[in-house]
């Protein structure tokens, strides 16, 4: 993941290499299908955070929610990495005519020594995988779960984890009602298909050895289709997941990057424990299923993503982009 020293430049009191090192921390955040939906723009006092156009999914995300939750979980990674580098990183989010076109920007607020909490994070980022593998049977304990809540509040936004049997059940409702929908919308379908299966040479997508087993019909979840191996005797999905829905307080562009970031250190949170989790993002990709899911969570909380967590083996790390094909160019500028 090299870039060339003439496009990748110095920036907020940093050298060109550790600005690179800082961006590939940045890309190694999670998203949905891997289409890897950010750019960026490096200057001298400024690290500016875009969208990529080209990756928008139109029948998935039609309203760019999880594309700026994606980029919300980068920019996280992105503050990990400046302060694991001695800087205090100083966010300003939806920056409007101070930085047209941009999602964030991130200025240098003087220096910082890393925490060591935050400091596990940052050691935790390459570790960090989507895991669609079964899970062990192994329930996580409370302890846990109150470190996962946790990670949530310090970013502003809200894990509400599932834990009586009447919302497991309401909420496995509302992830199969929105799977069929999308079973059933062929541009959605598409969209899967195009980021799966064997893809020679891919940087982006999920290939087989991330795609966990194909979904079969005694599945307690509905789990989507990413085209990997078909499954042996005894290879089911677990019973018992812990389920989580983390939420914003904010229905907004806003309340998505603040919710990414939120995402992010929440499994980041998990990774340091020893857990594994993956996503049953479809109730909130499916409008009407998103909104009876809010009013099953009371109407005020903004549901933004759905987290399974467990206990599971390790997995290969997915494909990445290299910083050179993310970095937005002079030539560009003007129409960012």
């Not at 989507?130 to 946790?150: G, I, K």
């Not at 970013?155 to 009602?177: I, M």
Request: hydrophobic share 40%; charged share 25%; glycine share 6%.
């Amino acid at each position: 993941m090299t870039a060339s020293p003439r496009i990748v430049t110095a920036a907020l009191g940093l050298t060109a290499e550790q600005v690179e090192r800082a961006l590939v921390t940045a890309t190694l955040a999670p998203s949905v299908h891997n289409i890897q939906p950010w750019r960026f723009k490096v200057r001298p006092d400024r690290i500016e955070l875009h969208t990529d156009t080209s990756r928008v999914l139109s029948a998935t995300d039609p309203e760019d929610r999880e594309l700026r939750l994606s980029c919300g979980a980068a920019l996280y990674n992105l503050r990990l990495a400046l302060q694991g580098m001695g800087v205090r990183p100083l966010v300003t989010m939806q920056p409007g005519r101070d930085a047209p076109g941009a999602l964030a920007v991130v200025r240098r607020g003087g220096t910082i020594k890393i925490d060591d909490e935050s400091r596990a994070l940052l050691d935790a980022v390459p570790r960090r995988r989507t895991n669609r593998r079964p899970f062990l049977e192994a329930p996580v304990d409370p302890r846990q779960r109150h470190a996962l809540v946790r990670a949530a509040e310090l970013e502003r936004s809200w894990l509400h984890v599932v834990t009586t049997p009447q919302g497991r059940a309401e909420l496995k409702r509302f992830v199969r009602r929105a799977h069929e929908i999308q079973l059933a919308d062929r541009a959605v379908q598409a969209e899967l298909i195009a980021y799966t299966g064997h893809r020679p040479g891919a940087t982006d997508g999920v290939p087989p050895a991330s795609a966990g087993l194909r979904p079969a019909m005694q599945d307690e979840w509905a789990f989507r289709d990413f085209r990997g191996q078909e499954r042996g005797p005894g290879k089911d999905y677990e019973s018992d997941p812990l389920v989580a829905v983390l939420c914003s307080h904010y229905d907004s562009p806003l309340g998505d990057l603040q919710a990414g970031q939120a995402m992010q250190r929440v499994l980041l949170t998990a990774t340091v424990r020893g857990l594994s989790a993956s996503f049953l993002s479809q109730p909130i990709e499916v409008r009407p299923v998103r909104e009876d899911l809010r009013r099953a969570l009371g109407g005020v909380l903004v549901p933004q993503t759905v987290l399974r967590v467990g206990y599971s083996t390790q997995v290969p790390a997915s494909p990445r982009r290299s910083v050179a094909e993310l970095l937005v160019g002079a030539e560009e500028e003007a129409v960012c």
